[in-house]
């Protein structure tokens, strides 16, 4: 969930590309429901809920790849022609590894308080979302070298980033990158392309969408050098 959360200020995602689904509902993210992950029709019901088709990957979160409620919510998956992967931290049952389409084992071995699986599997687990969820925004033309240039700028901080994107790619003053993201409609992919093509809003909005929106495609260019920030 808190993955999920995360991406449309990152990479400017709409909230519906990348969604979680938790047993329990959004009370389980404040309140422990732990009967939750036992019902089965639930986790087949979230599934169609959420309008889930042949387009869509499915990531079904478990520890030992026992829990009903991700099982359940797989296998529905599956039924809809959706891809199906299954993320835990200890070898899950071959019946269900057998089912899905990727099967992803980070083995983080017992934990620190015997069975407390929020500790080091829920730890290990998070990273690999984030993996998945990076690796798909970079591949979508989301970055450019390791800058967030779809982000969302919602707050004064990512006001700053964009700005600073901005001075960075395009080798401009502040004052410029404001009046270039002004232009741009704040977008800080559109500042770069009409700074580098030296093109208009409209312009730079259509090389965008013809190339993906991948700047790179667009300005034949290699991005900035990736720098520890």
Do not use: W
Not at 172 to 194: F, G, N, P, Q, W
């Amino acid at each position: 969930m808190l993955d999920a959360s995360e991406c449309p200020p990152t990479f400017g995602t709409k909230p519906e590309m990348v969604q979680g689904i938790i047993a329990g509902g959004l009370p389980a993210l404040t309140r422990s429901q732990e009967g939750a992950e036992d019902v089965v029709g639930n986790g087949a019901r979230a599934i169609d809920e959420h309008g889930v088709g042949e387009k869509d990957f499915v990531i079904g979160i478990a520890a030992s790849g026992t829990t009903p409620y991700v099982r359940a919510a797989l296998e529905r998956a599956a039924e809809l022609g959706a891809t199906t992967g299954i993320v835990a931290c200890s070898p899950p049952p071959a019946d269900l590894v057998a089912r899905v389409d990727v099967t992803m084992l980070p083995i983080v071995g017992p934990e620190a308080v015997t069975g407390s699986t929020r500790m080091k599997a829920g730890t290990a687990t998070k990273l690999v979302l984030n993996t998945i969820t990076t690796g798909a925004m970079i591949r979508l033309g989301k970055t450019y070298g390791n800058l967030m240039v779809d982000l969302r700028a919602t707050n004064n901080k990512l006001v700053d980033r964009s700005q600073r994107i901005v001075m960075e790619v395009c080798g401009v003053s502040r004052e410029e990158a404001k009046k270039l993201l002004e232009e741009a409609d704040k977008s800080v992919k559109t500042a770069i392309v009409m700074r580098k093509k030296g093109v208009s809003r409209e312009e730079a909005k259509r090389l965008l969408a013809e190339n993906g929106g991948v700047i790179r495609r667009i300005t034949k260019d290699e991005p900035p050098p990736i720098r520890e920030r």
